[in-house]
């Protein structure tokens, strides 16, 4: 394992609240706050010792980050008010900039699917989204959970969350074309960043 006593620079200089990294006391209210809190590889504050410690790969290619669900718990809770969230989410970006992520990590895999289904028209389309999370491992794989999930499926249908015809289409934003203009010069900031390292 390669360590870098520059790390904690590197993370203030590119993720998003990275400063804040420093304050935590390794309580771990942030850890019992979170309802994902049994199934991380490392809790919060241990990505934050880890940062401090210098373990840049250990850090940049686990899957933690991925997990956090922006429920907000560990911010309400924190007693030294750390963005915890933000600072989640900006190590996540900061990974896939850097190309650090695995084309096979399910979480990422996820967030990346919810992300292309949601700039389309501004809105979630349950269906599409749903049909392309079951088959995103193959379509043996994809069969066996549509099947398993009929039920959630049916249930969505009649409460009218989930319309067969958004297959075709589905709803949108009122302006889908100032959405687009949106991302497109948000992405074109973001290319202009330059990576600190």
């Given at each position: ?123 979630v389309n349950e269906l599409k989204l749903g049909l392309s999370l079951y088959f ?61 390292v």
């Amino acid at each position: 394992m390669k360590y870098r006593n520059n790390f904690l620079r590197e993370v203030e200089a590119n993720v998003e609240e990275g400063e804040w990294v420093k304050r935590c006391m390794q309580c771990g209210v942030c850890a019992g706050s979170c309802p994902l809190g049994p199934h991380w590889e490392h809790p919060p504050q241990e990505i934050f010792m880890m940062i401090r410690a210098g373990k840049r790969e250990e850090v940049l290619g686990s899957d933690s980050m991925w997990m956090c669900t922006s429920c907000y718990n560990c911010i309400a809770r924190c007693p030294r008010e750390l963005p915890i969230t933000h600072i989640m989410h900006g190590l996540a970006h900061y990974a896939t900039r850097l190309g650090l992520v695995s084309e096979n990590q399910q979480t990422n895999k996820f967030a990346q699917r919810f992300w292309n289904n949601l700039t389309k028209k501004g809105r979630v389309n349950e269906l599409k989204l749903g049909l392309s999370l079951y088959f995103m491992n193959g379509i043996p794989e994809g069969i066996k959970t549509s099947l398993k999930m009929q039920k959630v499926g049916l249930g969505m249908w009649k409460t009218k969350r989930m319309d067969p015809m958004e297959i075709l289409g589905g709803h949108g934003c009122k302006d889908t074309s100032g959405l687009q203009a949106m991302l497109k010069k948000a992405s074109e900031i973001e290319a202009a960043k330059k990576v600190k390292v």
